[in-house]
């Protein structure tokens, strides 16, 4: 996945992210995780800012933030991600 973040494959971004939080292939990295979910939020994909919503909501990889998480979950479900509007 790390050739095709780093060519900006918003999807291989938001793999990673999936990598660090589920040790998949390293260490667990919550940090690395929400960092790695962030950019493809922030690149337009809507599954990215649903995972910034979930880590928001739980802390995990930075700072528990539910009324940030709660626009996050509203970009994602304006973005067409249907699992959003139920969060």
Same mark, same amino acid.
């Given at each position: 996945?790390?050739?095709?973040?780093?060519?900006?494959?918003?999807?291989?971004?938001?793999?990673?992210?999936?990598?660090?939080?589920?040790?998949? *292939?390293?260490?667990? $990295? /919550?940090?690395?995780?929400? %960092?790695?979910?962030? #950019? !493809? &939020?922030?690149? @337009? =994909? +809507?599954?990215?800012?649903?995972?910034?919503?979930?880590?928001?909501?739980?802390?995990? *990889?930075?700072?528990? $933030? /539910?009324?940030?998480?709660? %626009?996050?979950?509203? #970009? !994602? &479900?304006?973005? @067409? =991600? +249907?699992?959003?509007?139920?969060?």
């Amino acid at each position: 996945y790390q050739r095709a973040a780093d060519l900006g494959y918003l999807s291989a971004i938001y793999h990673l992210g999936e990598c660090h939080e589920s040790a998949i *292939g390293m260490a667990e $990295d /919550p940090a690395g995780a929400f %960092a790695w979910y962030k #950019r !493809a &939020a922030d690149g @337009g =994909l +809507a599954k990215g800012a649903w995972a910034v919503g979930m880590c928001l909501t739980n802390g995990y *990889g930075v700072e528990s $933030d /539910p009324t940030a998480a709660i %626009a996050w979950f509203e #970009r !994602a &479900a304006k973005d @067409g =991600l +249907a699992l959003a509007e139920f969060q």
